[in-house]
């Protein structure tokens, strides 16, 4: 370092996006819970402890707070990784007893994992079959179905292509949201949120007809719409990842 460098700062805060789910619990059943973790870890085991939660709590409203706490010891136990509990009133009542956090999410964030089988029209979210072996490889990626989604994606509805590619054959309203492990193709205009290679696939893109969105993202670096210049929104827009900087180019 010369004498005209500026000094090194012994810390810096980065903008970065990570997925995080949220555990929605519906019952507080030891053995059903149990059981219920397990299904989920034989489905994709690697994915499922690696995956960040938020525990949601307030559909069990009615439950003592020292059960509580135990189940969130049990989830803890069979290797969740849990780094809070979502906002509610039951989650400030057994915050200090779980040693999590209270987290507020703005807006509808996050990818909901019931430990019961939810169906699209109850979770808002459409899934391709997870693989038998889950790796956020590109190899994977290559020999997993794409989803397709031949409709419009209206405001406040969540796509998750869970394993590959997502493909949108019409527009993307504000407040929707896509996200998929690997590309991101949207044939129509693209207004919502796109994150793609949201287990970390650098090399993942975002293709579109037409760009005007409220965020796009790959491999958690991401833009929002006060970040996208006017010259880089329009017709036939890839988006890619160079290092830590999100590039808007046209096709």
């Known amino acids: 370092m010369n004498a005209h460098s500026s000094p090194i700062q012994p810390i810096e805060f980065k903008g970065r996006m990570i997925l995080v789910s949220i555990l929605r619990l519906h019952d507080a059943d030891p053995q059903r819970l149990h059981d219920a973790m397990d299904a989920r870890l034989r489905e994709a085991p690697d994915l499922m402890r690696d995956m960040p939660l938020l525990v949601d709590v307030e559909p069990l409203a009615g439950t003592l707070p020292e059960t509580l706490i135990q189940v969130v010891q049990e989830i803890r136990q069979h290797g969740f990784k849990l780094i809070g509990l979502h906002s509610g009133t039951v989650a400030q009542t057994i915050a200090e007893g779980t040693g999590l956090p209270v987290i507020v999410l703005g807006g509808k964030t996050g990818a909901e994992v019931p430990l019961r089988h ?29 989803l397709v989604v031949n409709q419009p994606v209206r405001s406040g509805q969540q796509v998750y292509a869970r394993g590959g590619d997502l493909i949108v054959l019409g527009t993307v309203s504000a407040g929707a949201e896509l996200l998929a492990d690997g590309h991101i193709h949207v044939y129509g ?50 988006v890619t990842l160079a290092g830590e900087t999100i590039n808007i180019s046209e096709i």
Not at 198 to 204: D, Q, Y
């Open 118 to 146: 939810a169906t699209p029209r109850e979770s808002g979210t459409v899934e391709t079959p997870a693989p038998p072996q889950e790796q956020a490889t590109t190899l994977q990626f290559l020999h997993t179905p794409s």
């Open 189 to 238: 205009t693209l207004r919502g949120k796109a994150l793609a290679g949201v287990r970390g696939l650098v090399g993942a893109r975002i293709f579109c007809r037409r760009l005007d969105a409220e965020l796009i993202s790959i491999a958690g670096h991401y833009r929002i719409a006060e970040d996208i210049l006017d010259a880089e929104r329009g017709e036939n827009r890839l």
